[in-house]
């Protein structure tokens, strides 16, 4: 094979920048996959980078390319939230009875515990972390803040729909009492896994109700 034959044939073998890109994309969800499995079972303490590593079949040495150390995990771990599905939907809600709905399947699903990116347990460890580093409390912080505008939009909306004109202010204060509602609700699954939807329900709704009007 001559030289240029030689060239050719490596660049052809030699993955182009979206391949690799797409590579690496693959592996760092692998990553926080297996780191939010081991956060869920151990605790974000007890959790290791090698348990991390083992968890996602990969050596660690490999996750340290992605990730310099366990709080760079957790804060990607919490921007994904961010760009999940549950957040999105937001936008599709316009009514009080959306917004139960939502709450109420957001319920079911951590009863069930069928979906690790929405795990109740791990939104507790997120909190209880923040208060010890401040690096994550920054993170937590900031999710927050990013959060924020889409419910205080949706109280507006649901509100206008409803007849009634919020003022910022009362709106980012019903935002912040929904928000409270939701995380207390992530605290009683892990606490009383009894609880039973036809119970909360009802008393789901009138509060949702009251809040958008």
């Given amino acids: 094979m001559s030289e240029g034959g030689v060239v050719a044939s490596r660049a052809a073998a030699t993955p182009g920048p979206r391949i ?3 590579r690496a ?21 007890a959790a290791s980078m090698a348990g991390i590593a083992q968890t996602a079949e990969m050596s660690a040495g490999l996750i340290y390319r992605y990730f310099d150390n366990k709080a760079a995990i957790v804060k990607a771990i919490i921007e994904r939230h961010l760009e999940s599905e549950h957040y999105k939907k937001i936008g599709q809600l316009h009514s009080a009875e ?11 699903s951590w009863r069930r515990r069928d979906d690790p ?8 460890e997120l909190a209880a972390e923040s208060t010890r580093d401040p ?3 920054r993170a937590v912080r900031t999710k927050d803040s990013a ?8 109280v507006r909306r649901v509100a206008r729909a409803r007849g009634v004109k919020l003022t910022a202010v009362a709106a980012r204060s019903r935002a912040m ?3 409270c509602l939701v995380e207390g609700l992530a605290m009683r699954v892990v606490r009383d896994p009894k609880l039973q939807r036809a119970t909360l329900k009802p008393a789901l709704e009138a509060v949702v109700a009251v809040l958008m009007s």
Avoid: Y
């Fill in 25 to 45: 994309a693959k592996q760092r969800e692998r990553i926080l996959d297996a780191a939010e499995v081991c956060f869920i079972q151990h605790g974000f303490h």
């Fill in 147 to 154: 959060f924020e505008p889409s419910i205080t939009a949706l």
């Fill in 117 to 124: 990116k929405m795990n109740p347990v791990l939104m507790i």
């Fill in 20 to 22: 690799v890109m797409a």
């Fill in 177 to 179: 009492v929904l928000q």
């Fill in 98 to 108: 959306d917004v139960s709905r939502s709450i109420l399947g957001t319920f079911d």
């Fill in 135 to 137: 690096e994550i409390a």
